[in-house]
Structures are given as C-alpha cells and as structure tokens.
C-alpha cells in the first residue's frame, strides 16, 4: 500500500522565518498604536497644474473619511486573523508564538524557552518546535491573505523532488 501523499511545497525556514517574525511585527504595530484621526482641509492650497485639464477630480473629505473609517477596521481584521490562525495551532507552538510574539514584551528565546514557560525546554526543542509553528502559521496565514506563500518555497527542494519523479 503507498503513503499517502501531500501537495503541500516545502518551505524555504530562513524566508518563512523572516516572513512570519515581519507578520508579528506588524501585528504588534497594528496593537499597540494608535491611529490618528485626520481631518480634512477647509484651506485653500496652491498646486501647480499643467494647463489643460488633467481629468483628475479630488474631493479630500471623502479621502479622509475613507481613511477614518477603513484603516481601524483593516488593522482590526489583521489582528483578528492573526490571532485566529494562532488559536489553531497545536498548544505546544501556540504557546511558544504567544509567549514569545504576541505578548506586551518582546521577550528572547531564551528567556521563552527557560522561564516563562509551563515547562521549560531544551533550546534545540524550543527551535524545532518553533520551526514547526511557522511553517503551519505560514500555510494560515497563506489562507487568510496575509504573506504569499509563493515565495517561500523552497527551490532547491523543490527541484530535488521534481527531478527524482521524472
């Protein structure tokens, strides 16, 4: 009987670690500051224009309230999923991705792994279950329209396993 197989790419660890640590540093971006409310202009403002018309119609105010109301709402939603696709990992690497990534403090691997979880790891298996955590986060976060999964394929395996099927 053959193994079942997977159509899951094999992922590059060095670009997906990138990619998910730059995700939870937007995510921290997005939960810890605040958005400032712009206003429009009511005053009149010189800009140099070509002569002839530049079939370019503006209208500020509606810009600012564009921006007032869909920009909250798209950090929101970014923080809702990502959050979201955490809560599905197994609870070993949600518990290192929340420790370590979605807390208030940044804390280092070293301290994750040795005190602040409920039972501390060895640092090798602290980095492969981390390793772990990104490469299932990578595939959520691929899902929910957040990083292109696309490039973090890993080419050398990839044409590795092409190769050996021809």
């Not at 957040?146 to 050996?164: E, F, V, Y």
Request: charged fraction near 25%.
């Amino acid at each position: 009987m053959s193994q079942p197989t997977t159509d899951l790419p094999k992922l590059d660890n060095k670009k997906t670690k990138n990619a998910i640590v730059g995700v939870f540093e937007k995510y921290q971006i997005f939960k810890n500051t605040i958005i400032e409310q712009r206003e429009a202009t009511i005053t009149a403002s010189y800009q140099d224009r070509p002569s002839g018309p530049t079939n370019v119609t503006s209208d500020s105010t509606a810009n600012v309230a564009i921006f007032n109301v869909f920009e909250p709402e798209h950090r929101r939603q970014f923080c809702e999923n990502v959050e979201l696709a955490v809560s599905y990992l197994y609870p070993k690497y949600r518990e290192i991705i929340e420790l370590k990534y979605l807390g208030d403090d940044m804390p280092t691997d070293y301290a994750v792994y040795n005190f602040k979880m409920d039972h501390p790891i060895s640092k090798d298996t602290y980095a492969k279950l981390r390793r772990k955590a990104f490469q299932n986060l990578a595939y959520s976060f691929h899902a929910f329209g957040i990083i292109n999964i696309q490039s973090l394929i890993d080419t050398k395996r990839a044409n590795i396993r092409t190769s050996s099927f021809e």
